[in-house]
């Protein structure tokens, strides 16, 4: 039997998400005709003989030479990802922070300007400021979703513009449509942190954005047990990203790359869990009355709900609320009464997991600094897994009745 | 806890050590002791790992026993099962036991001096009379393979328990997600955790899960003496794969159900063995022992001929044809030239086993995806002449 092409056919029929989680970027007959892909160690490639080797160098022959610059495993998981994503390319990293940085690192230069929308994960925010801040790289922050403010400062040097959507941990959503126009406008690139949408819930590609990056230590592995980055994109836009990173180094190994593509097998099964978990939670909590309030993009009451329900599929599993009349010790308590969450920071695999920001992420932030990014003492982040739902409420209403 | 939530956590504690949400893949083959004479929890590999300890927690969880072992792979399983008897008992088993089983029944076990003998567990009355005063294990299948016949898991705990002897259920394509026969009065239940436990075409694997605390030490007394053991790593992604195991059961459970209701009105097929079709024989007792569908197996046989149907095999693009099941793959087989080629065909045909059948293991991919994709396929029997033309 000859090897059928890869899915996606261009050829064959249009296939649906699942489809592609399980099968995108896979060779239909594999190495010893085995059904899953194999892990490929090798740390060197070797060839049959010199002119083997000269011919690859001057003819650009698609194999393998070195891991640094691409191995057989990851080069599935980036095909996989590029389908979900509808991207050209994909290039996968050790980390989400290797895939930013790398990316920031290829895409500026000394005395080019970024734009940011300030509610982010905070360590992007700090290599924006701090790391590049070093080498003549300039940020500007404007508050989440201010377009004019973004708008105000894009000038002649501004390179890129950065945003999470949803961000972390208010949640709000960004009008892709709106985003992608201002960079096309300017002549300015975008790049989306889709993190916690999923291309499950948002294909930012398909509104014009220029590079999507994903931490897929969350939802895509999806199981809290691999650390990994992606970007994803037109393969143009690609070129001098994936260059860098054959001299940087930033590789995901082997090993954690094929956790990642069979976390990817359930991956549609599993948003659909953490969608229908977080929608449900968060309605619970809402009408909770130790709860003031809850920021969850799938509730009316969200300041982006309308743009949420315009552009996502579903609203993820990650739910921030505020417990009522409460301080850092009573909002503890909260957190240490929960049962099926365990403490801890993370987000997006199959095991819930809560926190209060203050103690995680922003301990080392005044108070005077994570108020200006509103982070707030009663401030709770629970990233709802894909257990049972009345089990979930059931802990959380016993933690906060308490 | 519900089934899901204990999927993920039971047996998935925190690790005390560092905290790690997932706890650390233990490949150590030895420990260190106490002292002398004194012994830790856990000693050398094959009595016991922390990794396999984990699997075998969570599995006792979901099949609701006191105790579970993972084994090497399935067959290892169902071994260690027969290593209970002794020369002069007798086994009985159902007909439609995986080939495997049977194999290791009538070609292994019965070498030690033990009988076997085979009678469908379908038709009670016969069942029941072939329990013999030596019959000391029963040993059967629900839904059987590949004819997906459907087993009274109850009524046979009546009749083995009647008899003095044990009931083992093979619950593979079941999954505890459908199916917990120790609550059905069964004694042993054993997967091939290869299959939907695994659920990703990647762990060999086996386990048996037991209700009674004296028993699950007789069995940890063999598996420990002979060491099928199942190793970490294996250990790691079964569990791994067990904490979607509900989600993607369920799912693919009712695209199955989809596929059989468009192939019953195809008259491309001549019939859909389902038990999820109201039609199907053992469609009742599916209904009451199986929770809520009935599995992501399925059978059709095609109005045509040998050849037909291995085309319609051969010509499908995303169900892969390969033996195996219960993987987020869809696979597709022709039993009559794959898993029961090693049948003479007047047997097999005897054991209902016909030319024109297709089996299909139904995996994640989406209902339209693999309905075009088998519709495709199917353009073979028309052309082939099937019934509707005759
Ligand atoms: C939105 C977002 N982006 C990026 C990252 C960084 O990813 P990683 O932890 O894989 O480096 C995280 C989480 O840590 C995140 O939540
Ligand atoms: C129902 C059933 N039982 C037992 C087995 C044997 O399991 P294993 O292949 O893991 O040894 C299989 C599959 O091969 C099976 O389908």
């Known amino acids: 039997m000859t090897n059928r092409p890869r899915l996606p056919d261009p050829n064959g029929p249009e296939l649906a998400d699942s489809t592609l989680a399980v099968h995108a970027g896979e060779d239909r007959l594999k190495v010893g005709n085995a059904m899953t892909d194999a892990i490929f160690c090798s740390a060197t490639y070797t060839f049959p003989d010199t002119q083997a080797a000269i011919d690859y160098a001057t003819l650009k022959l698609p194999r393998e030479e070195y891991g640094r610059y691409g191995n057989p495993t990851e080069r599935v998981a980036e095909r996989k990802l590029a389908a979900l994503e509808g991207g050209e390319g994909a290039i996968l990293y050790s980390t989400g922070m290797a895939a930013i940085s790398s990316l920031l690192m290829a895409t500026l230069q000394s005395g080019d300007e970024v734009v940011l929308f300030d509610e982010c994960y905070h360590r992007t925010r700090e290599l924006c400021k701090k790391h590049l801040g070093k080498f003549g790289v300039v940020t500007h922050q404007v508050p989440a979703c201010d377009y004019e403010r973004m708008e105000a400062a894009i000038n002649e040097r501004t390179r890129l513009l950065i945003s999470e959507s949803p961000t972390n941990p208010h949640l709000s959503v960004v009008d892709l449509e709106r985003f992608a126009s201002l960079g096309k406008k300017h002549q300015v690139a975008t790049m989306i942190d889709a993190t916690l949408a999923t291309p499950y819930n948002v294909k930012p590609l398909s509104y014009g954005i220029d590079y999507v990056v994903h931490s897929c230590t969350k939802y895509l592995g999806g199981h809290n047990d691999l650390l990994g980055g992606a970007v994803i994109g037109s393969e143009q836009a690609l070129e001098p990203v994936r260059a860098l990173r054959g001299a940087t180094g930033m590789c995901i190994g082997p090993h954690e790359v094929y956790l990642l593509l069979r976390g990817i097998k359930t991956f549609e099964l599993r948003m659909l869990r953490h969608n229908e978990n977080g929608l449900r939670v968060a309605r619970f909590l809402e009408g909770h009355p130790r709860v003031e309030k809850v920021y969850y993009p799938g509730l009316e009451s969200h300041r982006d709900h309308e743009v949420a329900k315009r552009t996502m599929r579903g609203y993820g599993g990650l739910i921030t609320f505020l417990v009522k009349d409460a301080d850092h010790v009573q909002t503890a308590a909260v957190v240490d009464a929960t049962t099926i969450p365990r403490i801890g920071p993370s987000l997006g695999g199959v095991e819930s997991l809560i926190e209060q920001p203050i103690v995680m992420s922003y301990h080392s932030f005044t108070k005077e600094q994570r108020e200006a990014v509103g982070i707030r003492d009663n401030m709770i982040r629970l990233a709802c897994g894909i257990e049972n739902p009345e089990d979930l409420i059931a802990d959380l209403k016993q933690a906060l009745e308490r | ?390």
């Open chain 2, 1 to 390: 806890m519900k089934f899901r939530t204990r999927a993920i956590h039971v047996g998935n504690e925190r690790d005390p050590l560092t905290g790690a949400v997932v706890r650390p893949i233990h490949l150590a083959t030895t420990y260190v002791q106490p002292g002398a004479g004194e012994w830790g929890e856990f000693d050398y590999s094959r009595s016991g790992n922390p990794t396999r300890k984990a699997l075998e927690t969570t599995l006792a969880s979901l099949e609701s026993g006191c105790g579970a072992l993972a084994y090497a792979s399935g067959m290892a399983a169902i071994h260690g099962v027969t290593m209970l008897l002794s020369a002069g008992d007798h086994v009985l088993a159902g007909t439609d036991v995986y080939g495997g089983t049977y194999r290791l029944l009538h070609k292994v076990v019965n070498r030690a001096g033990i009988d076997v003998s085979l009678a469908p567990a379908t038709d009670l009355d016969a069942f029941e009379a072939a329990i013999r005063p030596e019959t000391r294990l029963v040993w059967i299948e629900s839904p059987g393979n590949p004819l997906l016949s459907i087993t009274d898991i109850a009524a046979c705990a009546e009749i083995a328990h009647r008899h003095g002897a044990l009931l083992g259920v093979d619950n593979t394509f079941a999954t505890p997600v459908l199916t917990r026969p120790l609550e059905l009065g069964a004694d042993i239940v054993m997967h091939s955790a290869t299959k939907y436990l695994g659920g990703h075409s990647d762990v060999l694997g086996g386990a048996l899960v037991v209700r009674d605390k004296e028993l699950y030490d007789r069995l940890y007394f063999l598996q420990n003496a002979t060491g099928a053991v199942l190793a970490p790593l294996e250990s790691f992604l079964c569990s791994r794969g067990i904490k979607t195991l509900e989600l993607r059961v369920r799912e693919q459970c009712r695209t199955a159900q989809r596929l059989a209701e468009w192939l019953d009105g195809d008259d491309r097929i001549a019939r859909v063995l389902y038990p999820g079709l109201p039609d199907h024989p053992g469609h009742a007792i599916a209904a009451r022992q199986m929770d809520g569908a009935f599995g992501a197996m399925l059978s059709f046989e095609v109005a045509g001929d040998f050849a037909a149907a291995k085309r319609v095999a051969e010509s499908t693009k995303l169900f892969q044809l390969a033996v195996s099941l219960g993987a987020v793959e869809s696979l597709i087989e022709q039993p009559a030239s794959m898993s029961h080629a090693s049948y003479d065909r007047d047997a097999r045909l005897a054991h209902g086993i016909r030319d024109g059948l297709i089996r299909l293991s139904v995996g994640l991919e989406d209902f339209e995806d693999l309905q075009g994709d088998l519709d495709q396929a199917l353009a073979w029997i028309s052309q082939a002449g099937g019934r509707h033309l005759a």
